[in-house]
C-alpha cells in the first residue's frame, strides 16, 4: 500500500499559534494502532489506518458537506423514530485488527447498541460514502470489502462522478447491488423499510 505525495505530510495544530508539520512518509508501514489513534486524536484532518499505514484523506468540499448534510438530516429523521442514530464524519469506524475507517455517515438502528463506543464504533448498521475524485476507488472498491468483512449489512455510495447513488446489501460476506440508481429516480434502503431519497435531490445539494 503506497501514499499518494501530496498525503505524506500532515500540518497539525497544538495549540493556537502553533503548529509543525508531520511526514508520515518515514513511518509507513509501521504506525501502531495507538499511534494512530493519538495522532487523530490531534487533528481534525480525516485519517485512515491500514496494516501500519495511515491515509490523510482530501478535505471535504462544499460540495461533499452538502451532500453528507442533506443525507445526515434525511436518515436522522427516520432512524431517530426507530429509537437510532445517525453520526457523520469524523468518527473512526474500527473495522477490524488493524484497520479504522472514517465514514462519511453512520447509522445504527439501536442509540444504545454497545458497538458505540466513546473513542470509536465498533460497527455500524448502514454507512454511507460519497466518492472522492482524487481517488474513486478508495470508495468503491477498497471499502466495500472493509465493510463487508465488518459485517454492515447495508453500504450506500454517492457517486457524484457518475451521477448515481448505488445501495449495497451484504449477503454472506459480501456485498451484492440492491440498487443503482440514476437522476429522475428514488434511492431506497432494503434495511430501513421505506426509506428514500430523490438521487436528483442529493446530487444536487446546496
Known amino acids: ?37 493519538l495522532l487523530s486524536n490531534q487533528t481534525n484532518r480525516l485519517l485512515e489506518y ?20 442533506l443525507l445526515f ?13 445517525v453520526f457523520y464524519a469524523p468518527l473512526r469506524l474500527h473495522v477490524c485488527s488493524g484497520k479504522f475507517r472514517e465514514p462519511d455517515l453512520l447509522v445504527l438502528l439501536d442509540a444504545n ?3 458505540r463506543q466513546n473513542a470509536f464504533w465498533l460497527g455500524a448498521d448502514l454507512v454511507v460514502e460519497i466518492v472522492s475524485p482524487d481517488n474513486p476507488e478508495r470508495d468503491t472498491e477498497e471499502k466495500p470489502v472493509d ?9 450506500w455510495i454517492i457517486d457524484p462522478l457518475k451521477n448515481t447513488i448505488a445501495v449495497l446489501v451484504l449477503e454472506g460476506d459480501t456485498y451484492v447491488e440492491y440498487g443503482v440508481f440514476h437522476r429522475g ?22
Do not use: C
Open 73 to 85: 438530516f434525511a436518515l436522522f429523521a427516520f432512524v431517530q423514530r426507530l429509537g437510532g442514530t
Open 147 to 155: 465493510y463487508a468483512a465488518t459485517g454492515i449489512p447495508e453500504y
Open 185 to 206: 429516480e428514488y434511492a431506497a434502503s432494503k434495511l430501513l423499510d421505506g426509506f428514500t431519497v430523490s438521487v436528483d435531490e442529493v446530487l444536487d445539494a446546496r
Open 50 to 69: 491500514t496494516d501500519g499505514y495511515i491515509e490523510v484523506l482530501p478535505m471535504p468540499t462544499d460540495k461533499h458537506q452538502a451532500i453528507s448534510r
Open 1 to 37: 500500500m503506497a501514499i499518494a505525495a501530496h498525503q505524506a505530510n500532515l500540518r497539525i495544530s497544538w495549540e493556537e499559534g502553533d503548529e509543525f508539520v508531520l511526514s508520515l512518509d518515514p513511518l509507513q508501514g509501521h504506525w501502531t494502532e495507538e499511534q494512530y489513534l
Open 113 to 115: 447498541d454497545p458497538r
